[in-house]
């Protein structure tokens, strides 16, 4: 099954501005079961928050998703579901038309009308529904209860068959067949638009050689060589003479969004934020040429890894407004500190090549030298930037991405019934 990663992003009424936010802090006390808006009613949910961005005279609200399955089938559910939340929240927006929460074609129509899907993304267990990443998981814990209840660990092939008939009480589905981490579908889907550059460069140069032979092909290479020059020196340029004004430190800005990072009952944490874009045709055009390499680059990571780092279950980028902001969403493991160490450690480069197109971004030499390699600066430049998301909903809140991948692997060797050097090894994954 595929992912639908997206956001729907409205205009609030400025009068409408305070009800909303209380309305949504209250939300956010409990998402997964508030009255008005339970997010876990959705079955197919894993990631969602709410969040107000301020920084213009007419604020955004920007609803976040990340599901699995296609995006209107999700949208139908939603709505099906939470149609009277929904209608408390939107009420507030510019051009909602409903009239009340009966009148769900409307609510579903504005919806779909304000979706704006990612430039990039990047997902941290891929092949993996929340059914499924849910099910492994009391799987796990149905596992840990046998062996705790047993003393005798010296025949292997004994205490897994005693596991297997322990679970088998509670429920005879568990892993009818092994799922591999992701299916052929889901990984042809996940690189469609690697295929289509493909097909469309394959498809350009036959039709080339068919009409010109194959005396085309020095002046391509030169158009595309100088264009690259031409492009490379601009932004060289650009990088040079970019006017920069350090982020000032907000002290009640940062206690508020501080204030739930690191819950005791979470082993994850939100991130959000809306940062203008440099001004300029070129800016724009950059920033979509460096999501076009991100498209067909992050996709190929089948272990959930952006860039070596092993922490982030979703993330995702999208130009709004008409390109002129840039705004960034991110379902992380461990602390904000350690996150951002990881991405300065490990991705600067794709993270000074995106960010830099951005205002007041740390200074960038060259093309990607400095800018976020600058620790204390890039990280004020973030915290100042950051925006606190009032309601965050996770679906399995005290699972990391390493805890999940452990999980399937236990579940694939639960499924398998390994024997020998096998068995040992699945052992040790308990």
């Not at 796990?140 to 025949?155: A, G, M, V």
């Amino acid at each position: 099954m595929p992912y639908s990663i997206f956001t729907v992003v409205t205009r609030i009424l400025p009068s409408k501005l305070s009800v909303l936010k209380s309305l949504l802090n209250d939300i956010g006390l409990d998402p997964a079961n508030n009255p008005l808006l339970p997010l876990a009613k959705l079955e197919s949910l894993h990631f969602a928050s709410l969040t107000i961005f301020e920084e213009t005279s007419c604020p955004y609200l920007v609803f976040e998703h990340n599901v699995d399955g296609f995006t209107t089938v999700y949208l139908t559910d939603l709505v099906s579901k939470l149609a009277p939340g929904l209608h408390e929240i939107y009420r507030n927006c510019a051009d909602y038309r409903a009239s009340d929460s009966s009148a769900k074609d409307t609510i579903l129509m504005f919806l779909k009308d304000h979706i704006v899907h990612p430039s990039a993304y990047h997902i941290g267990t891929p092949g993996r529904s929340q059914l499924r990443i849910n099910t492994e998981q009391k799987l796990h814990n149905l596992i840990e209860e046998h062996l705790d209840s047993q003393t005798e660990w010296s025949n292997l092939e004994s205490l897994s068959k005693s596991i297997h008939e322990s679970v088998n009480q509670h429920s005879n589905d568990w892993c009818v067949k092994i799922q591999p981490r992701i299916d052929r579908f889901e990984w042809f889907y996940a690189r469609r638009r690697t295929w289509l550059l493909l097909a469309l460069i394959l498809l350009l140069g036959y039709t080339l050689i068919q009409n010109y032979g194959l005396i085309w092909i020095p002046f391509a290479a030169l158009a595309v060589s100088s264009f690259v020059i031409l492009w490379s020196a601009i932004l060289w340029h650009k990088n040079a003479t970019d006017k920069f004004v350090p982020s000032q430190i907000r002290h009640e800005h940062i206690q508020q969004i501080s204030v739930r990072e690191d819950a005791a009952t979470f082993v994850q944490n939100h991130f959000a934020n809306v940062i203008d874009v440099k001004p300029g045709w070129f800016r724009r055009w950059n920033l979509r040429l460096v999501f076009l390499i991100a498209s067909l680059t992050t996709p190929w990571s089948d272990k959930g890894e952006l860039s070596g780092i092993p922490s982030i279950h979703f993330a995702h980028w999208a130009l709004i407004d008409g390109g002129k902001k840039l705004l960034f969403l991110s379902n992380y493991d461990g602390s904000w500190e350690n996150y951002l160490d990881d991405f300065i450690d490990k991705a600067s480069v794709g993270l000074t090549g995106i960010w830099s197109n951005t205002v007041d971004f740390p200074p960038t030499k060259h093309y990607t030298d400095e800018g976020s390699r600058n620790g204390p600066l890039f990280k004020q430049y973030v915290r100042d930037r950051q925006s606190y998301s009032p309601v965050w909903y996770s679906a399995y809140p005290r699972l990391s991405v390493q805890n999940i991948d452990r999980n399937t692997e236990i579940a694939q060797g639960f499924a398998e019934c390994p024997a020998g050097k096998e068995l040992k090894n699945w052992f040790q994954k308990l």
